[in-house]
């Protein structure tokens, strides 16, 4: 599909990109960036990377497709870094976890025919890092493209042909819809799973050997990298504040059928929520 992509940040998404177009013979060859030396280094020696650039200038030089790999607050940042260096009409596109200020700015930030297409796999885990990538992270998994007005549409057709290629389904959407959604069913289940652990970490710590598997699947997420959630809270920060107004609502309605004692309403609650998880099953 291309002669040649770059990764900016060569992390658990960018590295299973990488494996990922490797393997299914997407590209003839991968090229990689980070910031870090180390990371640099690390990528060398992997079987999925032909070149590591030490610049982000040079690494985007000559590729079809760039992918943005890095925490959001950067990929603007970035955008400007390499503008005017790369080949005329390259398609640049991220992985980052909000969209809409990014894909309202980045278009002004491209030149020479550069266009970018916002993308946000929905995959990934609480494990950072490339020693965690695999190539099937993004088999089955949702990914949300959110054009907006003058994105080129052969653009948006060729970066829809290669999520598809790696085995997601596709979404399209305003980068607006995105952030609310995604406040909803992403950024609103961290800060659950992670206020649940703080209200826990109160507690005599001896509790944890004593919770059964329902604890740690509640709270698994919680396990993620704080600097880069608090990146994706503060960049989505209105959705997120009425993602949680909502949620307020509703617990505060198990409070209240407590309180006053009354089963019925408890019991239609549980089995509301019971009804939406047993649907994210099917």
């Known amino acids: 599909m291309f ?61 079809d497709l760039v992918l943005i790999c890095t925490p959001v607050e950067t990929i603007l940042p970035l955008l400007e870094r390499i503008r005017g260096k790369m080949a005329p009409g390259t398609l640049v596109t991220d992985v980052g976890s909000t969209k809409s200020g990014i894909c309202r700015e980045a278009g002004g930030l491209l030149s020479n025919g550069a266009a970018f297409i916002g993308s946000h796999p929905m995959a990934g885990s609480e494990n950072t890092g490339m020693e965690h990538a695999r190539s099937d992270l993004f088999e089955r998994a949702a990914c949300i493209l959110t054009p907006v007005d003058d994105t080129p549409a052969d653009g948006l057709a060729r970066i829809r042909a290669f999520w598809e290629a790696l085995g997601m389904v596709l979404f399209t959407m305003a980068p607006e819809q995105h ?104």
Not at 240 to 268: C, M, W, Y
């Open 3 to 63: 002669e040649q992509i770059t990764i900016l940040g060569p992390g658990l998404l960018g590295a299973s990109l990488a494996i990922a177009v490797k393997e299914r013979g997407l590209v003839r060859r991968v090229t990689v960036w980070s910031r870090r030396h180390e990371t640099r280094v690390k990528s060398v020696a992997q079987p999925w990377c032909d070149t590591v650039a030490e610049t982000a200038e040079e690494a985007v030089a000559g590729s």
């Open 179 to 282: 952030d609310e959604i995604v406040a909803h069913v992403s950024h609103l289940p961290h800060i659950l799973a992670a206020s649940l652990c703080g209200c826990l970490s109160a507690k005599d710590p001896a509790w944890g050997s004593l919770s059964g598997g329902g604890l740690r699947d509640t709270t698994r997420i919680a396990s993620g990298d704080p600097r880069l959630w608090q990146q994706i809270l503060e960049q989505n920060r209105e959705e997120v504040l009425r993602a949680i107004h909502g949620f307020e609502k509703e617990l505060l309605g198990f409070k209240s059928a407590l309180q006053n004692k009354d089963p019925a309403e408890t019991i239609r609650l549980l089995d509301r929520g019971k009804n939406y998880r047993d649907r994210l099953n099917s």
